[in-house]
């Protein structure tokens, strides 16, 4: 059974996709990073980022391991540089 999550994208993220959000499908009891290679086989110019990310489940920080259940929110967060 898969599960329906929307993804958010940010900055060169957003620009790199050409959308700022989108929805996925994955199947039930897939993580965090179960849904980030799902998201780089459809969107591969996002793959070039993929170890710097950070993630969010619901407007909270979290681990790559965590599980995502149906309707969640993963936001993606490149590494943000500043001074």
Same mark, same amino acid.
Request: charged share 30%; net charge negative; glycine share 8%.
């Given at each position: 059974?898969?599960?329906?999550?929307?993804?958010?994208?940010?900055?060169?993220?957003? @620009? *790199?996709? !050409?959308?700022? @959000?989108? #929805?996925? #499908?994955?199947?039930? !009891?897939?993580?965090c990073e179960a849904a980030m290679? #799902?998201? +780089? $086989?459809?969107?591969? *110019?996002?793959?070039? +980022?993929? $170890?710097h990310l950070a993630c969010a489940v619901? =407007? @909270?920080?979290?681990?790559? =391991?965590?599980?995502?259940?149906? !309707? $969640? #929110?993963? *936001?993606?967060?490149?590494?943000?540089? !500043?001074?």
């Amino acid at each position: 059974m898969d599960i329906r999550i929307r993804v958010r994208l940010y900055a060169v993220l957003r @620009e *790199a996709a !050409g959308t700022g @959000e989108l #929805e996925l #499908e994955v199947p039930a !009891g897939a993580t965090c990073e179960a849904a980030m290679r #799902e998201l +780089f $086989d459809r969107l591969p *110019a996002l793959r070039r +980022f993929g $170890d710097h990310l950070a993630c969010a489940v619901n =407007q @909270e920080y979290a681990d790559r =391991q965590t599980v995502l259940r149906d !309707g $969640d #929110e993963l *936001a993606l967060i490149p590494p943000v540089s !500043g001074g």
